[in-house]
């Protein structure tokens, strides 16, 4: 009964399952890149993004005070408060604490550390402290003291704050963002323009070599990119597009082109002929036809050439870096501003996670507002 057209296979359990678990696979990075956008760096570096709504335990390097503040009790001088205070960090339970950073855990709280100085040094659970000394200290800061504590889930716009509006060029995404957007928007319209009149005269217009000219197109398809980039970044530079935004749209465009043409004449192709040879015999010109029946009629096709394209274009790398050359940074694309974040930021998870989930934004948007097309589109010319 299985193999019955329209009858429900009993394996659709196992189907259903894959999927699942397929889409949890994208899902989880996604996610956890979004929650460790908001989080700080001592959260990012103590504990994993799915324990960020709850407390965990951190550890903190404080100081008590200057021995400005110390004062002389009998025969000992004393400086007291609150370690949170003295450093403007927000209270939290202290559970272990120490005098030295290799050796965190070595008091706990209410326990009293005697210093190499001979200070002795107690740290109460709250952070309250009281370190009595035998001379008058002098001569330096404030003692060290390591704590282990229990700090509260903390989430902040502060890294996007950073990354979007510093002053700080190296830091900034924002000049990147628009410049993304700017290789972007033509470098998808472009090709699609092109492609359009290029696959109607394929499916539907007949002229000699038309046969051949489908076969280099599909051929074309599997030619390396990296095969063309220097031969190509050598023409530009003799014509002078080599360095600026119009050579990087021109090689996406011929980067691009090969699928676009063949997707979309696949499409094309299997549309109703009824419909075209009605307008023909009605006198609607080649032109006509094109722009009145066929676009309209391609548009699943043409919004899952565009999804592709501008995906390629927005997380492209390679020919960005080859064809925008720029010494300034005035053109520098969001990918090349992550890859100079590794580089000047790659202690500081918070900002790159940030920066990441920024430059994956506007992909996810456009992905989900045209996804509904993507298979239609994908399907052009599968079946009749």
Excluded: C
């Amino acid at each position: 009964m299985d193999n019955i057209a329209g009858s429900k296979s009993s394996l659709s359990w196992a189907v259903n399952i894959s999927v699942v678990l397929i889409v949890a696979l994208w899902l989880f990075p996604t996610v956890g890149l979004f929650v460790s956008s908001f989080r700080t760096a001592d959260q990012i570096a103590t504990t994993g993004w799915w324990k960020a709504p709850f407390a965990a335990e951190q550890n903190l390097t404080l100081r008590t005070g200057s021995p400005e503040t110390q004062v002389q009790d009998g025969d000992v001088w004393v400086i007291e408060g609150n370690l949170f205070d003295e450093e403007g960090v927000e209270p939290a339970p202290i559970s272990v604490w120490g005098t030295s950073s290799r050796d965190v855990g070595a008091y706990a709280a209410g326990e009293t550390a005697e210093t190499r100085a001979g200070e002795r040094v107690t740290v109460q659970e709250n952070g309250d402290y009281r370190m009595e000394a035998p001379e008058q200290i002098e001569g330096r800061r404030g003692q060290r003291v390591f704590v282990t504590a229990l700090v509260p889930p903390e989430f902040t716009l502060a890294n996007y704050q950073q990354v979007l509006f510093s002053d700080n060029a190296t830091d900034s995404m924002a000049k990147a963002f628009f410049n993304t957007l700017t290789v972007t928007i033509p470098a998808t319209i472009i090709p699609i323009v092109v492609a359009a009149f290029a696959a109607y005269a394929l499916a539907w217009m007949d002229f000699p070599g038309r046969a051949l000219l489908i076969a280099f197109v599909v051929g074309l398809l599997v030619v390396p990119l990296q095969l063309a980039l220097i031969p190509l970044l050598k023409l530009h530079l003799q014509i002078g597009i080599g360095k600026g935004y119009l050579g990087v749209w021109l090689a996406h465009t011929a980067f691009g082109l090969p699928l676009a043409i063949y997707l979309l004449r696949n499409y094309m192709a299997g549309l109703p002929r009824d419909i075209i040879e009605n307008a023909r015999v009605d006198g609607a010109t080649e032109f006509q036809i094109f722009t009145k029946i066929i676009l309209p009629l391609s548009y699943p096709a043409l919004a899952s050439f565009a999804i592709f394209q501008f995906l390629w274009t927005w997380n492209d790398l390679l020919v960005a870096k080859v064809f925008l050359i720029d010494a300034t940074g005035q053109t520098t694309v969001m990918t090349n501003q992550i890859v100079e974040l590794l580089g000047t930021r790659g202690g500081n998870w918070e900002i790159l996670a940030t920066a990441a989930f920024v430059s994956i934004a506007v992909p996810l948007f456009v992905f989900f507002a045209m996804q509904r097309y993507l298979v239609r589109g994908l399907l052009a010319g599968s079946v009749k």
